[in-house]
């Protein structure tokens, strides 16, 4: 069993893109979400519960994945915001909040043992941003946001060569 150690700064990278190259871990065109707290990858099957009259337990089958990622962040102005620029990654030019707002589908990764390098892993997919809430409080120098990525088909896998 090999434990993956998240501290090397490395594990657990959320890059966005506008299309699927933008968003591979390492990658100098995607938005790397900067200051994750903690990052939850949901991959779970929808499911359906019936009972039947010959039996006092219910059932259950299996439909299909309700797939997302969840995580918290401190607010960043630009990544939350934009920069204005007219950038290709259309995530970097209108910031976190716009997309959201606009519902445009972007294209995701989260590398889970590092990046660049062979053998590394990273999930991704496309999906819509959501759940965006910013706070701040008297015991809180700085914005905290909740962040959602629904995700829109499957999570896949990939193994960097």
Known sequence: MAVINVTSGDQAILTLGSNTALAVPGNAGGLV????QDSTINATPGTVRYSTLNSPSSSAFTTVNENSISLNVLVDETVMFGDGSGNVNTVIDKGLFETSIDKTEINFSVSVTGT??????????????????????????????????IVNGELTKTVES
């Open 33 to 36: 979400v900067p200051f994750v």
């Open 116 to 149: 660049g390098t062979t053998g590394d892993i990273y999930i991704a997919g496309s999906g819509f941003i959501g759940g965006l809430a910013p706070t701040a409080s008297v015991d809180g120098a700085v914005w905290l946001s909740p962040m959602e990525i």
